[in-house]
């Protein structure tokens, strides 16, 4: 029954997109948004919040034309399933201390049915590395144009291409990628995972926090980037439109994304083995993750002025010698904690 409504909806949509602006309307996406046409022809304007049909990206040419359909939930048809998302503020196992008006589903999502892959979204990303469509992925999305921006802006500082491997994924999609967070942020249009030929993932987590990105974590093969307490962009989440409901949490690392109970079993977990030779430190627990792929660790033990005796990316051993160290253990890039410790 559910299926039947959203095909009815969905035809509805295209018949207003052709009715509206033309021939040109869903077959090269350059069609005026509705409130301008509005304007133009002096009919009633609809309310201004619902009024878009499209979503205008910027495009090579900065014109603003590379242009995309939106839809709402109700005309997503027989994908439906794939963008259920979770809701914030009823689910138990939401993290404490994130933004929930952050983590709403969104109101509109891109229709890429009908949109070329290669379009440009902006001087130097395509529509198919930010947006990409499949089956098991689905063929709605959001990505922010705030984003893009940023996007853009990182690009401009590298001074080479940034070759993206993941930007928008469906909640169904992330849902069946292992070790990828239920509430990632690649759900939301805000994230996106990287790498730059030459560039040092370290270099790339500075790049990505001076244009205020407010979260990193760094995998052998990507870094992820995401801008969650940016507001969110209002032709996805008109909520977000009347408000700043993001709040500026600056930067974040993978242990601000665990509550205060995680963090107790994280210092449990690092677990100091004193043997008769050496004291051996391990990781045990599971941090959470954005993508699946394996977060970098780092393990340095300092002497107590700081001078580094031993790095190790896999687990540590503490010197030989008798004294007190400072253990350091950084996961994803972010550092986590420090243990001082006597031997
Ligand atoms: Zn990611």
Sequence with gaps: MKIKKYSRSLLGAVVICFA???????SDYKGRNLNEISKSSNSPS????????EICYPGADRQRKSCVPKVTFAQLGAEASKYQYINPFTEPTFPRGFNKDQYRA??????????????????????????????ARGHFGVYSKTILEKLEALRAAVGRPVVVNSGYRSPGYNGTLQGAAKFSRHQYGDAVDFAVNGVSFSRLSEICLSLGASYFQIYRSHIH???RSTPLDADFYPHAADTTLARAQGSLSVFDAIDEEAKLQLEAAVQGTAGSENSAFLLSMDLPKEDS??????????TPSGKVIESQTDQVLVPEESGVFEVQVEVGGAHVFNQRVKR
Excluded: Y
């Design 106 to 135: 969104p109101t509109f999502f891109g229709n890429l049915t009908q949109v070329d892959p290669r379009l440009s979204l902006s001087e130097h990303f395509v529509r198919s590395e930010l947006l990409p469509t499949s089956s």
């Design 293 to 302: 792929g394996e977060l970098t660790h780092s393990w340095r033990i300092l």
């Design 20 to 26: 509206l602006s033309g021939p040109s309307c869903g």
């Design 46 to 53: 609809l309310p201004e919040k619902n009024a878009r049909v």
């Design 225 to 227: 980037c995401d801008w």
